[in-house]
């Protein structure tokens, strides 16, 4: 296991940047998963790592020591790739048995940790396979198996359950999760789906045009966005405008006023809370607005409702249920809920109503 650490890393083909600075620690055993849209950079990080491709600056190290010099097979990391990458010539077992056969181990120790992988994956029934007779999730896990076989320092997972249905990669994500929890290796798992990632990593890294938004839990990366770029990535956020008056914040006819010893806010703000956080009953503390649904969208187990304010901002609500489309009604947000960002800047501003 190893310790990764970025240092001001940066990456640029020509004149396109594709990492910007980043800098980033990896605890030994982590689960660490970057997620960002298409051409954040995320999976720039992972080849950077691995050695496939050389940092313009900053620097890379495990455990404290710097790897920008070593080659990709020194590095001692093993990469899962979105297209599995397996041999098609080669059975699942030699697969398995590549990277072994290749460090020149006794066959009888390939036998054995070959073995040992597929009980573990659930492959014994399939080593004698080639890959064309397998299902995508049947590759997958060969591909995991055989990143898992090297018993590496570090693992690179570059999008591996982007190409399986939704309801194998659910199966696929608890099973990559378990099998971290029992190998406890360092890991680095790249994403564009926010669910596989707040699901999956003990800490989320969120990236855009190369740049590092916030990198902290997933609930604290949910709750608790550093931007309005988070904010909206990781999953639905109503934004409504607003404007601040020392310590008095209006929104059409609604006005907040904060706690005397919270210091003024920008003139301009903008106020983020997530659908599910909308109470349809009156509570205590809470932001009250005047809601009129326009399109009610039954989901089986919740409803998701479209609507307006009473100034024609667009609202998001879910909900267990909805009395009637196309009603005027009020709805309710409890101020703890609420994420404040500079309406300039795009940044959070700490929430005072928070204790």
């Known amino acids: 296991m190893a310790q990764v650490t970025l240092d001001h890393l940066s990456k640029s083909f020509g004149s396109t940047h594709v990492l910007n600075d980043v800098s980033l ?21 992972l080849r950077v790592i691995a050695g496939l491709e050389a940092p313009t600056e900053g620097s890379i190290q495990f455990d404290g020591n710097c790897i920008d010099g070593l080659s990709p ?53 399939l080593l004698q396979r080639k890959p064309k007779q397998l299902s995508g999730g049947q590759r997958q896990r060969v591909a995991l198996g055989r990143a898992i076989v090297r018993n590496p320092n570090v693992f690179l997972m570059d999008e591996p359950l982007s190409n399986l249905d939704a309801k194998l990669r659910l199966a696929t994500r608890q099973e990559i999760k378990a099998l971290h929890q029992k190998l406890g290796v360092t890991t680095l798992y790249v994403t564009h789906d926010q669910e596989e990632a707040l699901t999956l990593g003990d800490r989320v890294a969120v990236l855009s045009y190369g ?38 914040v209006c929104m059409s ?10 210091n003024p806010l920008p003139e301009k703000i903008t106020l983020g809370f997530r659908p599910e956080q909308i109470s349809l009953v009156p509570i205590e503390n809470a932001l009250a607005l005047a809601f009129t649904a326009q399109h009610v969208e039954q989901l089986g187990h919740s409803v998701r409702v479209h609507g307006t304010t009473t100034d024609k901002h667009a609202l998001q609500i879910t909900a267990s249920h909805w009395p009637a489309s196309n009603t005027p009604s009020q709805v309710f947000i409890e101020l703890s809920s609420l994420c404040l960002f500079d309406a300039e800047t795009q940044r959070a501003i700490s929430n005072p109503f928070i204790t």
């Not at 109503?238 to 020392?246: H, I």
Request: proline share 9%.
């Open 25 to 45: 620690t990896v605890a030994d055993g982590e689960f660490l998963v970057l997620v960002g849209p298409s051409g954040c950079g995320k999976s720039t990080v």
């Open 73 to 125: 097979k020194d590095r001692d990391v093993a990469m899962v790739f979105q297209n599995y990458a397996l041999y098609p010539h080669m059975s699942v077992f030699d697969n398995l048995a590549f990277a072994l056969k290749m460090r020149k181990e006794p066959k009888p120790v390939i036998a054995e940790k070959v073995a040992h992988v597929a009980n573990m994956l659930q492959l014994e029934p």
């Open 211 to 248: 740049l590092l938004q916030q990198c902290d839990t997933p609930l604290t990366v949910y709750n608790q966005p550093a931007n309005v770029f988070v904010a909206t990535f990781m999953g639905p956020m109503n934004l409504l405008p607003a404007m601040a008056s020392g310590q008095t």
């Open 253 to 262: 006819d609604t006005r907040i006023v904060l706690p005397p010893q919270y």
